[in-house]
């Protein structure tokens, strides 16, 4: 069974420094098979923010994974959220925000895209999921090695947590969680909610576990 190490909701810009320098001694000091980071690397999208960002990931030990969240778009630049809402975020991190995928020995993890760079709702800052991305997903983790743990990484947890400090508010969460469910999924991570927790998702014949991070920003 492999290791995880996650962190999510860094959002430098607003970071706790302290936390952040005590993430890395962590998960150097902690043996681990992979360090997931779950979106939100930055506050508003500005370039010195994806810097430090970037710096602070390629600190971490290898090999990693990361997907993108909500903050992870330029928030000023109304063309960028439009027509190329994830470049800084993929330059800064070198990995692709959609179809992200790792396979080490023990452990396969596949990401997808919870966020959008606009929506036609108030608030951009809630989810939404693509089924077909979702079935991409499903299909490739329900091929994985026998015996290794089946990990669906994105930013917005599918399932609404109940009192949590904010809300994912996923656009056809529940039949995504479904779909990875019945895939075989064992474990939906997220960040997003600022709070960690897991929690058991009965659905199809079989349950997955739903298992958030908390923040380590100042927000």
Not at 28 to 56: M, R, S, Y
Not at 94 to 110: K, S, T
Not at 194 to 215: E, K, N, Q, W
Request: hydrophobic share 45%; charged share 20%.
């Amino acid at each position: 069974m492999g290791r995880i190490l996650q962190f999510s909701d860094v959002h430098f810009g607003c970071e706790h420094k302290h936390a952040c320098a005590a993430a890395l001694d962590y998960a150097h000091a902690t043996p681990n098979d992979l360090v997931l980071i779950t979106g939100d690397i930055t506050q508003k999208g500005f370039p010195d923010e994806f810097t430090a960002a970037g710096e602070w990931m390629r600190a971490m030990p290898e090999p990693r994974f990361v997907i993108v969240g909500n903050h992870d778009v330029p928030y000023w630049d109304a063309v960028a959220r439009v027509l190329h809402p994830w470049r800084a975020f993929e330059t800064a991190t070198g990995f692709p925000a959609h179809d992200g995928q790792f396979l080490g020995n023990d452990v396969m993890v596949r990401g997808v895209v919870t966020a959008r760079g606009w929506q036609a709702r108030p608030n951009w800052s809630k989810g939404v999921i693509d089924l077909d991305q979702t079935r991409r997903a499903a299909e490739a983790l329900r091929q994985a090695p026998i015996g290794a743990l089946r990990i669906l990484a994105c930013h917005h947890p599918l399932i609404e947590m109940v009192g949590t400090p904010m809300t994912g508010d996923v656009k056809r969460g529940d039949e995504a969680a479904l779909i990875f469910a019945e895939a075989g999924v064992d474990l939906i991570m997220t960040g997003h909610v600022h709070v960690p927790f897991a929690m058991p998702i009965p659905l199809a014949d079989r349950c997955s576990y739903a298992v958030g991070c908390g923040t380590l920003s100042h927000r």
